[in-house]
């Protein structure tokens, strides 16, 4: 967080230390827990946290999850503007729903979505408009509301979610075979074109370089609109940046995911040549 926004201070950044561990115990608890196998567990999960941010009783599903969110909501929701509050709320909201509904319908039913379907909502269940709302709260800065309907900005964040998503994918898909996940792109392809898993990984490597293009496509046109490296589109624009091109490192390192790197992309990865690539 500190390369995204050098100026945060020592508060800032534990905050944005504890929501990623908050994020990452929901996330293992919907993907490798019993809750994640269970609707009435994950939608009992999600109502609890609804009721927190929104100003309700916690319920007593995750009382430990809850209290935590609870003390986060706390310090983040009292330096945040209203209009963010309600975004990062519905964002959140939209995350954990999809994860309880959909993708625990999908793993009762052993119901593998189309490619389209799960590009869509993979966005949400990745919580990656939340990690992007979270962004710009510890930097301090707002894009006006606005710039989320115009179509290069809106395109970007989506192009640059696409890219985030797909590349965790990539690396997390043995350990989510492992577990009978099956809510992965390459997993997806695979299955529904009948392809080894290699082919399947390299059509998605294919897949984030193409959007990458899109991605950088966006953020030029973008920044045609912008005054200056202070203007909250730059500094957003900027945090997108870094949020695919850290993912990438941390994916490809973590110890998360057990296994060496296996993606090679030419706008991600390092050339042989030591030139740096695009991001």
Request: proline share 4%.
């Amino acid at each position: 967080m500190a390369l995204v926004h050098p100026h945060a201070d020592r508060h800032d950044l534990e905050l944005a230390a504890d929501w990623f561990a908050w994020l990452f115990l929901v996330d293992d608890e919907l993907d490798d827990g019993a809750i994640g196998r269970t609707p009435a567990a994950a939608a009992a999960l999600a109502d609890g946290v609804c009721g927190v941010l929104r100003g309700g009783g916690r319920g007593e599903a995750n009382p430990a999850l809850l209290a935590a969110l609870s003390d986060l909501w706390d310090r983040t929701a009292a330096h945040s503007s209203a209009a963010w509050r309600t975004r990062f709320v519905g964002h959140l909201e939209e995350c954990l729903r999809t994860a309880a509904f959909w993708e625990a319908g999908n793993r009762i039913a052993g119901i593998v979505p189309d490619r389209d379907t799960y590009v869509d909502r993979r966005r949400h269940t990745g919580a990656i408009y939340v990690c992007m709302d979270l962004i710009e709260r510890f930097g301090d800065f707002e894009v006006p509301p606005a710039r989320y309907r115009d179509a290069d900005f809106s395109g970007a964040l989506d192009a640059a979610c696409d890219v985030v998503c797909w590349t965790n994918d990539v690396y997390s898909l043995e350990k989510e075979r492992s577990f009978g996940e099956v809510h992965n792109l390459a997993f997806i392809i695979g299955h529904h074109e009948n392809l080894s898993e290699a082919e399947a990984v390299s059509r998605v490597c294919a897949e984030i370089d193409t959007r990458t293009r899109q991605y950088l496509a966006f953020e030029k046109q973008a920044r045609t609109r912008t005054a200056s490296d202070h203007d909250p589109v730059e500094r957003c624009l900027a945090g997108m940046r870094t949020w695919i091109r850290g993912n990438f490192d941390w994916s490809s390192r973590t110890a998360r995911y057990g296994h060496a790197p296996v993606l090679s992309t030419s706008m991600l990865a390092p050339s042989g040549d030591g030139q740096e690539p695009a991001l």
